[in-house]
């Protein structure tokens, strides 16, 4: 760990570490640097990855599946399908990226010598079955994958080619649900196997074994869950899908998904299942999960802040920021900062948002309240911003032929809410979050959402303000989380800038 010459102020951490989307973390060490990576489904580029110095500051360096030889995403692919579940190790001098593809091609193997990239393409893995795979190297260099269920299969990682069929290893906890997220770690003496179960709602939780060889048998931990939130009214909820980690310190971690629920009863999620971090102490050779909270003691180390990614983008680079992502197709493909220098143009290849083709560019909310700007303009088409869940859940605002208009799509039932004319040129869109406070009613959703136009002189003129419910994962189902930024429903739509401004940082 580097020491940093500064004194520090603030001895607690904020969970989540990772806010927004970013579920299914998978965490490595090499040295002084962590890397992380996490599940992407119908988003392009696929598997976002960090990096870190403390465990708590992170910033995106990458997508580790950033062309289509490594990530094909269907027009049929579903929102929620995609790429699920990464597992990230550094092993023999290079990162090894496992995941699966549901929509198209199973799991696919990937390695890189710079965890940034570029990583290869990537070695298919026909013969291993199952979801969430992880991959473990025992002591004599073999290789094993394990998969939710969970099974197991011993493979040649650089060819894709399994040995024998695939074993069962444990079931997880009796009458536990879906036991998935397999991590299997030689520490000390013994081999453990870490799983989630329960499901990924508000049940799930994390549970470990552990026995004298990789391929077991092995013992469940007395004390199962080793963690869950399930039934309290703790402020992170559905916390599982965990990876370890440990520091140079000899000190142990996990990071690991929850989600923030708000609003009344049942109470509404909105941004996705996020990364958090919680410590780890060992117990009688088990692990024991210490304080996982909003606010928590730091590690002992001294942190070392990021630069978080930028609150503004100008579109003055070819290259656009990893953080942005498209639907099912390469940003490159709907999106370019060739046509109009230090704008950038979206095409229309679909028509709206509601369509599998959509053109969209978004950046995933990471703020439970936040505000959303771009000057726009659509002289050669129709677009705007949206808030997005996925195709049958989203808000947008957007303008054309001197009008712009507010529409809502929530489940079957699609509406334009309001409009009002526009004066010829560009107009800044504006989408605002705001988190509800304590709810008087049990019925309050988690956050309104209000949209609008910016006249000149900065004055915000709101066209409509919506309960944030109908875009939870709570409402839409599935596994993601919301995504805010642009589109082009038909033509060509030219965007100067875009700010996202976190109200709750
Ligand atoms: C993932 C599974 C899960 O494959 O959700 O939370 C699935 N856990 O392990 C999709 O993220």
């Not at 929102?79 to 549901?102: E, K």
């Not at 011993?154 to 024998?164: A, S």
């Not at 990364?275 to 909003?294: H, I, K, N, Q, R």
């Not at 050669?380 to 529409?407: F, K, N, P």
Request: glycine share 12%.
């Amino acid at each position: 760990m580097r020491v940093s010459s500064k004194p520090e102020k603030a001895r607690t951490i904020a969970n989540p570490v990772i806010p927004g989307f970013h579920p299914d973390p998978s965490v490595c060490r090499v040295g002084d640097d962590y890397y992380l990576a996490c599940s992407s489904f119908e988003y392009f580029p696929g598997v976002p990855v960090f990096h870190s110095r403390d465990l708590v500051h992170w910033t995106q360096i990458g997508n580790a599946l950033d062309r289509p030889s490594q990530l094909r995403l269907p027009l049929g692919t579903p929102s929620s399908g995609g790429v699920y579940a990464p597992t990230l190790r550094h092993h023999d001098g290079l990162f090894w990226l496992i995941v699966t593809n549901v929509s198209a091609d199973g799991n696919l193997l990937f390695t890189a010598t710079d965890p940034a990239g570029p990583w290869s393409d990537p070695v298919r893995l026909p013969g291993v079955h199952g979801i969430d795979p992880d991959l473990a190297w025992d002591e004599d260099g073999a290789c094993w994958c394990t998969t939710a269920g969970v099974g197991q299969v011993r493979i040649d990682p650089r060819t894709g080619e399994t040995f024998g069929p695939r074993r069962r290893l444990w079931s997880g906890s009796p009458g536990a649900k879906a036991p998935e997220a397999p991590h299997l770690y030689r520490i000390g003496d013994h081999w453990y196997l870490l799983i989630a179960e329960g499901g990924t709602e508000r049940c799930h939780s994390v549970s470990i074994a552990r026995g004298r060889t990789p391929t077991g048998p092995f013992e469940p931990c007395p004390a199962n869950p080793i963690l869950t939130h399930r039934g309290t009214d703790h402020p992170l909820q559905n916390t599982g899908h965990a990876d370890l980690v440990q520091a140079p310190d000899g000190s142990w971690w996990m990071v690991l998904l929850a989600v923030r629920p708000g609003g009344g009863s049942p109470g509404w999620h909105v941004l996705g299942r996020e990364t958090c971090l919680a410590p780890v102490a060992w117990v009688d050779g088990w692990p024991v999960v210490g304080e996982l909270s909003a606010s928590m003691p730091a590690p002992a180390w001294p942190l070392v802040p990021r630069a978080a990614a930028p609150d503004r983008d100008d579109f003055g680079s070819s290259e656009l920021a990893p953080f942005w992502v498209s639907l099912r197709h390469r940003p490159a493909e709907v999106c370019t900062t060739g046509e109009r220098p230090g704008w950038l143009t979206l095409r229309a290849r679909g028509g709206s948002l509601d369509e599998s083709d959509a053109t969209f560019v978004g950046r995933r909310q990471q703020h439970l309240s936040c505000r959303v700007r771009a000057l726009v303009d659509a002289a050669d088409g129709r677009g705007g911003l949206a808030v997005r869940l996925d195709e049958r859940h989203h808000y947008d605002i957007e303008t054309s032929a001197g009008e712009v208009r507010v529409m809502a799509r929530i489940g079957p039932a699609k509406t334009v809410l309001a409009s009002r004319p526009a004066s010829p040129g560009p107009v800044v869109l504006r989408i605002e979050t705001a988190a509800a406070h304590t709810p008087d009613d049990a019925r309050t959703g988690p956050d309104t959402v209000t949209l609008g136009v910016e006249e000149p002189d900065g004055a915000f003129v709101e066209l409509a303000a919506l309960d944030g419910r109908y875009l939870s994962t709570e409402v839409a189902g599935g596994f993601t989380g919301r995504v805010i930024g642009m589109f082009a429903g038909g033509g060509s739509v030219h965007f100067d800038w875009f700010a996202y401004e976190p109200a709750d940082r």
